[in-house]
């Protein structure tokens, strides 16, 4: 099926559509589909925006909000808004942030994937265009899109397959691009066609469209937040109220609903045990990122609830059978 055939303009517009509608998104809002994944609209995101006054804020509050600061440095100053860390534990309050009246935007992350970290809260920008990288938990709630510049997506946690991304931007913040800034990373060439400048994703948009039109069946945004609560909730329990067998090392106030870090305390050996009996009881890709380490769960939207109940009883049980 051609990309430029009325049949493909339908199925790409469908999905915009949806999300437009499941999101609420405001007119004034353009919805891209890229590629490049996450990774390739933190470039985009300096070379369309970071020219309007050559810097921008990072708040690096984990592993992916510094790789964007790290792929900005490229096209620009990069302000990092909170002093270097080694660990990422908590989200330090906005009042110690040191934001600079001259940034072009001010970038954060919404959910750390790897460590586990989610704001619970829009960071107040006092006017600066807010970028926020949202690839791990969007569509897990709703949001008010009109207090955004840039919010972007890349499709595989929540969504849909690798290979698309979702950039909702504001109109005003079109036509800024850096003039070295790639054809199909350029924001303002995708928006004036549609996201149908080069040949784009096809089968990965219209599966998308297909989860936006799932969501909007099973409650929209506002029935994923239940979801997440309610299996996020299950979780930590069963982690809190282990009597200390399992831990989590994340502040409460900011333990993300998608993805769930915790250790079993002061035992590696035990934690490739839990690897592998969850494995045959048919649970994979339990174990932390190589860089926290520890185990890790991701509860995105196509985990159920009663999925989630399958993982807290096998914790239950592991910890009957190990906790001495
Ligand atoms: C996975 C992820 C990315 C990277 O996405 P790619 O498509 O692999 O480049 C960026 N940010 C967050 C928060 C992620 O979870």
Same mark, same amino acid.
């Given at each position: 099926?051609?990309?430029?055939?009325?049949?493909?303009?339908?199925?790409?517009?469908?999905?915009?559509?949806? =999300?437009?509608?499941?999101?609420?998104?405001?007119?004034? &809002?353009?919805?891209?589909?890229? %590629?490049?994944?996450?990774?390739?609209?933190?470039?985009?995101?300096?070379?369309?925006?970071?020219?309007?006054?050559?810097?921008?804020?990072? +708040? +690096?509050?984990?592993?992916?909000?510094?790789?964007?600061?790290? *792929?900005?440095? $490229?096209?620009?100053?990069?302000?990092?808004?909170?002093?270097?860390?080694?660990? &990422?534990?908590?989200?330090?309050?906005?009042?110690?942030?040191?934001?600079?009246?001259?940034?072009?935007?001010?970038? &954060?992350?919404?959910?750390?994937?790897?460590?586990?970290?989610?704001?619970?809260?829009?960071?107040?920008?006092?006017?600066?265009?807010?970028?926020?990288?949202?690839?791990?938990?969007? =569509?897990?709630?709703?949001?008010?899109?009109?207090?955004?510049?840039?919010?972007? !997506?890349?499709?595989?946690?929540?969504?849909?397959?690798?290979?698309?991304?979702?950039?909702?931007?504001?109109? @005003?913040?079109?036509?800024?691009?850096?003039?070295?800034?790639?054809?199909?990373? @350029?924001?303002?060439?995708?928006? $004036?066609?549609?996201?149908?400048?080069?040949?784009?994703?096809?089968?990965?948009? &219209?599966?998308?469209?297909?989860?936006?039109?799932?969501? @909007? $069946?099973?409650?929209?945004?506002?029935?994923?937040?239940?979801?997440?609560?309610?299996?996020?909730?299950?979780?930590?329990?069963?982690? /809190?109220?282990?009597?200390?067998?399992?831990?989590?090392?994340?502040?409460? /106030? +900011?333990?993300?609903?998608?993805? +769930?870090?915790?250790?079993?305390?002061?035992?590696?050996?035990?934690? %490739?045990?839990?690897? *592998?009996?969850? $494995?045959?009881?048919?649970?994979? %890709?339990?174990?932390?990122?190589?860089?926290?380490?520890?185990?890790?769960?991701?509860?995105?939207? !196509?985990?159920?609830?009663? @999925?989630?109940?399958? =993982?807290?009883?096998?914790? !239950?049980?592991?910890?009957?059978?190990?906790?001495?």
């Amino acid at each position: 099926m051609s990309h430029r055939s009325s049949h493909y303009e339908q199925i790409n517009n469908q999905a915009q559509e949806t =999300l437009r509608h499941i999101l609420d998104v405001p007119d004034n &809002y353009k919805i891209l589909f890229m %590629q490049g994944g996450g990774t390739g609209i933190f470039a985009a995101v300096a070379l369309n925006l970071i020219s309007k006054t050559g810097s921008a804020d990072y +708040v +690096v509050t984990g592993s992916w909000s510094a790789k964007a600061a790290n *792929e900005a440095k $490229k096209y620009g100053k990069v302000n990092l808004v909170l002093p270097p860390r080694d660990n &990422y534990l908590n989200i330090p309050d906005q009042s110690t942030w040191s934001l600079d009246p001259n940034a072009s935007y001010i970038y &954060y992350c919404a959910n750390e994937t790897i460590n586990g970290i989610e704001f619970p809260y829009i960071p107040e920008a006092k006017g600066i265009p807010l970028v926020a990288d949202m690839s791990s938990n969007f =569509l897990s709630k709703p949001i008010n899109v009109s207090k955004f510049g840039v919010i972007f !997506a890349s499709a595989q946690k929540n969504i849909g397959p690798a290979g698309i991304t979702v950039v909702i931007i504001r109109d @005003d913040l079109l036509d800024q691009p850096m003039p070295s800034c790639p054809s199909i990373l @350029d924001f303002t060439i995708m928006a $004036k066609f549609n996201s149908l400048y080069n040949t784009p994703p096809c089968f990965c948009a &219209y599966v998308m469209g297909k989860v936006f039109k799932w969501i @909007d $069946k099973n409650g929209g945004v506002k029935g994923m937040e239940v979801n997440a609560v309610t299996k996020s909730s299950m979780l930590y329990s069963t982690i /809190d109220d282990s009597n200390g067998f399992y831990s989590c090392p994340i502040s409460k /106030d +900011v333990r993300s609903r998608m993805n +769930v870090p915790f250790r079993i305390t002061g035992q590696e050996e035990l934690e %490739q045990l839990f690897l *592998e009996e969850s $494995k045959k009881a048919g649970m994979i %890709q339990l174990k932390g990122h190589r860089s926290v380490g520890g185990l890790r769960a991701s509860l995105y939207n !196509a985990v159920s609830i009663s @999925d989630t109940k399958v =993982l807290t009883d096998f914790m !239950a049980e592991f910890r009957a059978k190990y906790h001495k």
